[in-house]
């Protein structure tokens, strides 16, 4: 076991070198930094001299190993956009990214587990059908439109929610937090349900599929015929036995939130580091960009691997086999 | 899972966890046709009115010429003076009518619908078709050889869930300026979205046939095979891929509508089909700009046919995979 | 950001009659230090912060700023300037030539982005602590509104902070951090998120409106800006998307207020290429002026104004806008006839058109996609085969460079609101040593122009310096040099009541606001 985690230890530093690797040298296909960092009345004489200063005349192995030189002490460079050290921006930003998608996370589960339990339940009921179906239109329409129409309704039509941003944040020192006002909670409210929404119909038809295997089970039957009542049955005896897939997709779904909520962030002007990664992509701020990948690809990295641990713990039989997942 | 922003990311349900070898006997892969596959359909109203819009929309877009009313795609056609005309209501400047109005550039909404549904598809099924066959045989391949093939695969696939496919498309994009010829440019920008898209996607199918595989390479049949002396390829392509086709028929049918709305999303950042051949998504992007001044037309029959084609793809990848489930029978 | 505790105190704080604007615009700027970042975002808003020498009135005229007066020495030797006296930095620092000193060799030094401005200044002297004397190379007719943006920095301030030069690449302490003389201190800086604007009550003009705190946040959807302005989260948002006009103006409690950008959009075309990128034809068909004026009469202006741009756009002439130093009046506008376009290809040898590319962007000017697509159709209307290709602005610089182009969409507005700017930089021919052309993608062309330029830079005397430069303007018309399209408008929306004044520079000059309390 020791064995494994090590070579898969060994294997994902490998990988995070490799996505390094990768991004720089395809940072030059995204447009030229320089053109958005001088003025229009620049001369050659200036864009020869910044692109000197930031190293971008040499080749992309040699700002690569730079950058990597620098990232194993914490030092991700100075944004190109904002002039200040990228590490500082991210930890800025990161609170915001984090604390939606804690928000959308939860309400995936606890709307997508109780959803999926009904639904299981009333199998062949009018109203679990009508749930079934209409939770697909959650990802038949693409989450931009999903946002704006939540803002156009929520926030203009009715004028109950915020259309924008974080509200009122309250700085802890190493934490901002939207969680400790009204506003701030408000405003999490339609961002959260625009990014969760995927996740929620996901972990919802992940449940109902689970449920109606296990309630087929015999011990489950052999419960029943026991004459324990349907809610023990189905919640103690049933629902238990589906958390663990339930927990491995929602843990691997938390790392695609937070990486992926660059579309609500945008829709919603949310401070977060999504958001500024696509100002870096329209900026062209390469340091911001190079962060921004590595700390994706080490929590992807992390979780892949934590889950893949759990398997074999899980799994005795890929224990004996010996073979490596 | 692939990696997609947001609503694009993965299958609605988690495949990796079906087991293949569980659901289909090894058996000819035809099988999978059987009987009760065909009765589920015709008992599940739901699949038929998903298989009828499904089947109306990709017909519609195949004859597009021959249903729209003028070529939106025909630059030289188009009056800018129509733009903005309301559905059914004759335009102020040219007296013209067009029963779901026009778009800015004065294109008919009805005929730029059929001809969006096209590139959509198009995009849509190049897509995924790469994906497949990308994903099936590095997941073949991982399965089946195993050793440092399988690492290297796999750890490539999550060098690959790393780069969200706004960055892929925009690198991609790069890439290709600099090797394709300049005549062909112009037509690049949908095969951009075809890789880029293909790219995010193809990591669900490898893992899936990687899993299946792992368990089928052991099954007597295969063992079978190879004391026979089939060579490798054979094995792989012959015996192991038929059993595995089910899952990722499911994967396939469902990454189809996620890519459609993926080339929405691209569109939305500004890398999707160009403005002169729009695509839904882009149509959608587009109309999203007049959604606050009252042409709501703009935005709403297109938003309308994707979310039905979407809607229709996904009810069928639902009732596939119970369909082809035995255990929820 | 700014914890309730702070908002709270702040709010008790402000003086009765105060007042708070919260106001939105796409971009957020890249640097608070004026010499590190030379784009409209950056000096819109430190023009509220720091000032210069000179500033522009409401209508753009010149008039004193922290100089009250300002006189040529000799005959075109340079310019000298009486400072302002009683003048204090926001930091207590009390304003003098030494600042002013300080600030030119700042400005001027070689990492900042500012250094054009001083090209022709051979050298700068304090007479006494409030006349400062600048001579030029050449007589330089336009120095005092070439200097219009350049801010004062007080010496010590920055040196005691490490901010003696700027920094583009590393940042520092005037990255984050200002100390102006303006009637506005930043009091609070999160780059991307929110800057903090409160009234200094140490200014020394009293041209002020009732203004008392600003609170600025970027917004890069507009459709969610106009959201957030229709719930009335925002006092002002600019730009309004044409589109969303006349919604606002009809929605109650918010405004629309309208006016026109210095900003021309133009067509530019391929003049030195050998051949043209698209369509694998031997030979440059754009060399011939009569295809060029065949483009300018395939595209229908008036309609792309009508439609596109919902009516709040005006037709250029050229690359000027009328009210502009150096604007020529004798220039008519370009005329939409299809049938002439034809007949001009025609005489130029190209019956059936040819293909070429069209290169714009998608996220740079107001609804460019959207005209280039009208654009794209209208010229397929008169049998040319446009190929038309829309990208991000992150792309579309280095694409033009690489001259991976034929025609394509540009904007300008210039620096010096005078006609010389957008001659110097996109119709000069490409120099890297006198540092002309610098924009000129297309690589025009034309001997008298290169040697009217000159002339035009240095030529003091007001007439003859506007009949030169109607003399070039002619040239580039006769010669169709690009296709000025129209002047793009200016679209704010406001809460209702909220008073702005929107100059053609498209600045956010906060102390000519007022806010209803």
Known sequence: MLAYIIRRVFQSVIVLLAVGLVAFSMFRFVGDPIENLLGQERTVQDVERLREALGLNDPFAVQYARFLGRAVTGDFGISYRQSRPVSQIIAERAPATLELAFVSGVLALTVGIGLGVFTAIRRDGWAANIIMSVSLIGVSLPTFLIGILLIYLFGVQLRWLPTFGRGDVVDLGWW??????????????????????????????????????????????????????AKSVNFRHALKNTMVPVITVTGLQLGAIIAFAIITETVFQWPGVGLLFINAVQFVDIPVMAAYLMLISVMFVMINLLVDILYVWVDPRLRIDGRHT | MSNLPDATRQGVEPLDRMEPAEVVQPSRWRSIWDADVTWSFRHSPVAVVAAVVTLAMILSAIFAPWIATTNPFDPASLNLMNGFSRPGVPNAFTGESFWLGTDDQGRDVWSTILYGLRISLFVGFMAVLFALVLGVLLGLLAGYVGGWVETIIMRVADVQLTFPSILVALLIFGVAR??????????????????????????????????????????????????????????????????????????????????????????????????????LGTLIRIGQDFLFSGEWWILFFPALTLLALALSVNLLGDWLRDALNPRLR | ?????????????????????????????????????????????????????????????????????????????????????????????????????????????????????????????????????????????????????????????????????????????????????????????????KTTLVAFDGWWDDDIGNVTEAVYQPVQNSATAVAALLSGELDLIEPVPIQDAARIEQSDGVDVIRGIEARVIMLGFPHDAENLIAGGEEGNPFKDVRVRQAVAHAINIPAILQTVMRGSAEQATQLIGPGLRGYSENIAPGTYDPDLARQLLAE?????????????????????????????????????????????????????????????????????????????????????????????????????????????QSEIDEPKRQAMLDEANRIMADEQAYVPLYIQPLVWGVKEGVEVVQRPDNFLVLRWMNVPE
């Open chain 1, 176 to 229: 901002t937090t939207g969680f400790l006002t009204s506003s701030g909670l408000k405003s999490l409210i339609l961002p959260s349900i625009t990014l969760g929404l995927f996740q929620m119909t996901l972990i919802m038809r992940l449940v109902r599929s689970e449920m109606l295997e296990v309630l087929r089970q015999d011990y489950i039957r052999f419960a029943r015929a026991r004459g324990l009542s």
């Open chain 2, 178 to 279: 600099g090797v394709i010829p300049i005549e062909y440019r112009d037509q690049m920008a949908i095969w951009v979205l075809i890789v880029a898209i293909g790219l995010s996607d193809w990591v669900q199918f490898a893992r899936v046939v990687r899993g299946a595989t792992l368990v089928e390479k052991n099954k007597e049949y295969v063992q079978a095979a190879r004391l026979i002396g089939r060579k490798p390829g054979a094995i792989m392509l012959k015996h192991i891929l038929p059993n595995v086709l089910s899952p990722v028929l499911v994967i396939a049918t469902i990454s189809l509508a996620l890519a459609i709305i993926a080339e929405a999303t691209l569109s939305f950042l500004g890398v999707g089909a160009p403005p002169t051949q729009p695509s």
């Open chain 3, 1 to 193: 950001m700014k914890t309730i505790l702070t908002a709270a105190l702040l709010a008790v704080a402000l003086p009765a009659g105060a007042a708070e604007l919260r106001f939105a615009t796409t971009s957020d700027p890249t640097t608070l230090d004026p010499n590190a970042g030379n784009s409209a975002p950056v000096f819109s808003l430190l023009i509220n912060v720091y000032e210069g020498l000179v500033r522009r009135d409401r209508d753009m005229k010149l008039e004193p700023s922290l100089a009250t007066a300002w006189e040529p020495i000799g005959a075109g030797e340079g310019w000298r300037f009486t400072l302002r006296e009683g003048v204090t930095f926001h930091g207590g620092q009390d304003f003098t030539a030494e600042d002013v000193i300080f600030s030119y060799e700042r400005g001027s030094a070689p990492e900042s982005d500012t250094s054009s401005w001083f090209a022709g200044v051979e050298r700068v002297e304090a007479v006494d602590d409030y006349t400062v004397e600048f001579y030029t190379t050449e007589p330089n007719p336009i120095f005092p509104d070439s200097i219009a943006n350049w801010m004062m920095l007080d010496k010590g301030w920055a040196e005691e902070n490490d901010a003696a030069l700027p920094s583009i690449e590393q940042g520092n302490f005037a990255t984050l951090n200002t100390n102006g003389t303006g009637p506005y201190m930043v009091t609070e800086r999160q780059p991307g998120l």
């Open chain 3, 348 to 456: 130029a040898g190209y019956p059936d058109g040819f293909a070429f590319s069209l290169k714009c962007t998608n996220d740079r000017y107001l609804n460019d996609e959207a005209v280039c697509t009208a654009i794209n159709a209208m010229l397929a209307q008169v049998g040319l085969k446009p190929l038309y290709e829309s990208m991000p602005v992150a792309n579309y610089w280095t694409t033009l460079r690489a001259e991976d182009h034929d025609m394509y969409l540009l904007g300008w507005s210039p620096g010096t609101f005078d006609a010389e700017h957008p001659l110097r930089f996109l119709v000069a021919t490409p120099n890297e040593e006198t540092k002309m052309g610098s924009w000129n993608f297309g690589g025009f062309s034309n001997a008298r122009i290169d040697e009217l330029m000159p002339m035009i």
